[in-house]
């Protein structure tokens, strides 16, 4: 059994106190977090944001000193991102997720010299901005299905399929994308990872509103796009393994950050029964008191991904647990949320949230619009990065060691 560890070393503890006293000095009196902000005003704060972030370096805070980092370690990102949380500040832009954590962190690993010097500046500054393509209408789960294909034609691949789930595709300027570059391969193989840019003939992106009412994932269509031929990251058809280091990169910060951000929530629910008069209901004093406890698990679970990943350990199938089990929690608490406002739920009005994954942002008002796009985006929990069946299909197959599901 793995042993928890959830102490800090001295030299962690000290950059903490750096980063305490940023935020102090950078923040104003009184902030309560970003969520407390209007629509306009928090975006405007959130650019702002960034820009400081990239100065102090806290964007690129474990890449190394040649490429504009600090050259930390990651429990220092752990450290830096658990701070953030608490003060209610984000981690850059929506895209900085794809960009500055997936991507670069991607390059750093398997990237050409050249590639880094060409992309890591202009992805620290913001100048590009990028988005993933690795969904298909019929690869999602079971990405390695996927038929987008790249075919070399002299000093460029000519790309032509379809992805889609693809996050602010429509607002970027890159996508990175799995593409079949030898189709006679088996279907793990003969995957290459490319960059692509979009803002060219042959790229079409057609964002599709989400039932929050959101405009966030886009299909995008290519037809005929070219990239030139040094755009492949790792070697050609070895795409897959590029894309699974890729994808374990912010595992450890999300095991940090998760349960922070669910306690706030959990603190905004009881507020809110406080506000209906439902806090000393006995059966929504039960409900609350069940998200407690599931938010106290979820914290020791972090604890145990980050033991692991701060070793150097690759996530695992295990990792699938912590995955389970937030996104099947959430839609629990957004559930009593919207029974204890009612048919005040059915009437949406304030803010709605800035954040479009997970949990609303710290500060936010219980205003109806807030709990009850929550609760809509709580649903896309369970489909979004593998469903709760093919997470359960995982673990039971690659961790219990239980027969495969009979295939048809």
């Known amino acids: 059994m793995t042993q928890v560890d959830i102490s800090y070393p001295p030299e962690t503890e000290t950059f903490r106190a750096e980063v305490k006293a940023f935020l102090a000095s950078a923040l104003p009196a009184g902030w309560t977090g970003i969520g407390a902000l209007d629509e306009e005003a928090a975006w405007t704060f959130a650019r702002d944001w960034r820009t400081r972030l990239a100065e102090r370096g806290y964007l690129s805070l474990t890449w190394p000193e040649q490429y504009g980092g600090r050259g930390l370690s990651k429990l220092h990102q752990v450290v830096l991102m658990e701070e953030l949380a608490l003060a209610g500040v984000p981690f850059g832009l929506p895209q900085d997720t794809f960009g500055v954590k997936m991507l670069a962190n991607t390059l750093l690993r398997w990237g050409t010299e050249e590639q880094k010097a060409d992309f890591l500046p202009?992805?620290?500054?913001?100048?590009?901005?990028?988005?993933?393509?690795y969904s298909e209408p019929d690869a999602g789960s079971d990405l390695a299905s996927l038929t987008t294909r790249a075919v070399r034609d002299g000093e460029e691949w000519v790309i032509d399929g379809q992805k889609v789930w693809t996050s602010g595709a429509h607002h970027c300027d890159w996508i990175f994308v799995l593409a079949r570059t030898d189709r006679d391969a088996p279907k793990h193989r003969g995957i290459s990872f490319l960059l692509v840019p979009l803002r060219q003939p042959g790229v079409e992106v057609r964002p599709f509103r989400m039932m929050s009412g959101q405009l966030h994932f886009n299909?995008?269509?290519?037809?005929?796009?070219?990239?030139?031929?040094?755009?492949?990251?790792?070697?050609?058809?070895?795409?897959?393994?590029v894309a699974q280091s890729l994808l374990g990169v912010e595992r450890g910060e999300e095991a940090a950050t998760n349960p922070i951000l669910f306690k706030a929530e959990v603190e905004r629910l009881v507020d809110?029964?406080?506000?209906?008069g439902k806090d000393q209901d006995p059966v929504v004093r039960?409900?609350?008191?069940?998200?407690?406890?599931k938010v106290e698990i979820m914290r020791y679970l972090g604890y145990r991904i980050l033991t692991g990943w701060l070793r150097g350990a690759e996530p695992g199938p295990e990792s699938s647990i912590a995955k389970l089990y937030w996104s099947e929690y959430h839609t629990e608490v957004t559930d009593l949320a919207m029974d204890i406002m009612g048919l005040h739920a059915q009437v949406p009005v304030g803010r709605p949230p800035l954040r479009t994954y997970r949990t609303d942002d710290p500060g936010a008002a219980n205003s109806s619009a807030s709990w009850s796009t929550t609760y809509l985006i709580a649903r896309s929990g369970t489909i979004y990065a593998g469903t709760s069946q093919v997470q359960r299909n995982i673990l039971a197959e690659k961790v219990l060691g239980l027969p495969r599901e009979p295939r048809v």
Request: proline letters at 0%; a negative charge.
């Open 122 to 133: 202009r992805i620290l500054s913001g100048e590009d901005t990028w988005c993933q393509g």
């Open 286 to 293: 039960q409900r609350i008191a069940w998200c407690w406890s």
């Open 219 to 241: 299909e995008v269509f290519f037809s005929g796009a070219r990239t030139r031929a040094d755009l492949v990251v790792g070697e050609v058809n070895n795409g897959w393994a």
């Open 272 to 276: 809110l029964a406080r506000e209906y």
